[in-house]
């Protein structure tokens, strides 16, 4: 266990912890970035805090090991299991609050975009429980001690959001979970040659009902820890971690903070596997991933439209133009009633 002393630099991909804290919880800004192999830095602003250490989610302050007693500077360096996910509990001395922590990103070599979606905060001040539900890009090329951490989460269920030929192209590399999918052509979505933006957005409400249908049936039946992912992890996966956000009470802003992360957490290279054009003459999909990959230096873009709209704002409009809500949308496309959200909230939420 080593002691921070020296101030904390945030990078501009530094999850969003928490958001909107209650006036009852006086920790605020809390971090958990990873900065080694088995390390993990924790930052936070508040007085006298106790640090304490867990290996699951739903530990209290009992069952959890104490790292740091009374810290006063809000930093400290934790020592990790190098597989197993850590999760961290800051007790603020002056009324006994405590905040749930972990790591936004789960550390991966050769993964892309692979995140928890816990520890936001409603808008009436709870917060989305850690560990139980997670997004990502694509998991053709894990390595080795990539599927020891995946599968050292206790997945229950995995929803592959891709299309037909990108799970040809790059089965996901994960067994031993229980996998979904439903069978849609990439072709057909990009149809005209639209390419990623407002306009793409627009068709997702429509376009992916049935495969909410599967995320939210899962996660009504409480069957999780669930990943949810496409290629990339931000456009499809981004819209699903949008409605499951908004049916929690996410405020809207905290949401698309989350949806940017995406520029920085992707790790392109690592989401197919190479593919040689040539051996696709008639698959557009196969094509056109081929000449994104003939760019060894190619990054992620900014999810926004060229006067800084994001596109997600694009996919809300249209459920709000043509629903009234999100509320509306998750009931008459897919399926999730009032009843349905409050248990929900019931189930996670803290």
């Known amino acids: 266990m080593t002691k921070m002393r020296a101030p904390i630099w945030v990078t501009g991909f530094t999850a969003l912890a928490l958001a909107a804290m209650p006036a009852s919880a006086r920790v605020a800004d809390a971090k958990a970035e990873r900065i ?9 602003t508040a007085g006298k805090v106790d640090v304490y250490q867990a290996d699951r989610p739903d530990a209290d302050v009992a069952s ?30 002056s009324d006994n609050s405590v905040v749930t922590l972990s790591e936004r990103l789960v550390p991966l070599a050769q993964g892309s975009n692979f995140r928890d979606i816990g520890g936001y905060r409603t808008a009436d001040g709870r917060q989305v429980k850690w560990g139980l539900i997670y997004r990502s890009g694509a998991s053709a090329m894990l390595s080795a001690d990539d599927l020891a951490k995946v599968h050292a989460l206790g997945l229950r269920n995995m929803v592959d959001l891709r299309s037909d030929e990108e799970r040809q192209l790059a089965p996901s590399k994960i067994d031993g979970v229980h996998y979904s999918a439903i069978g849609y052509s990439m072709a057909g979505m990009m149809k005209g040659d639209l390419q990623n933006g407002g306009a793409l957005y627009r068709n997702l409400p429509q376009q992916l009902a049935p495969q909410m249908r599967l995320v939210f049936d899962i996660l009504k039946r409480q069957e999780g820890p669930v990943e949810y992912n496409c290629s990339a992890g931000q456009d499809r996966t981004g819209f699903a971690t949008a409605l499951i956000l908004s049916a929690l009470g996410v405020p809207r ?7 940017h992360l995406s520029t920085a957490y992707r790790q392109p290279r690592f989401e197919l596997p190479p593919i040689n054009a040539a051996l696709y003459p008639d698959n557009p999909v196969a094509q056109m991933f081929a000449r994104f990959q003939s760019n060894p230096a190619a990054k992620a873009e900014p999810l926004k439209d060229a006067d800084g709209k994001a596109f997600l704002s694009s996919a809300f409009e249209e ?3 043509h629903w009234g809500s999100v509320e509306n949308y998750l009931q008459q496309e897919v399926g999730v009633s009032a009843v349905d959200i409050a248990a929900l909230k019931q189930a996670y939420l803290q």
């Open 253 to 259: 802003e905290v949401i698309l903070a989350d949806y």
């Open 36 to 44: 080694s192999g088995t390390a993990v830095r924790l930052s936070w």
């Open 319 to 321: 459920i709000d133009s």
């Open 64 to 93: 959890a090991r104490l790292v740091s007693a009374a810290d006063t500077d809000g930093a400290q360096t934790v020592q990790v299991d190098p597989v197993k996910r850590p999760y961290f509990l800051l007790r603020d001395r």
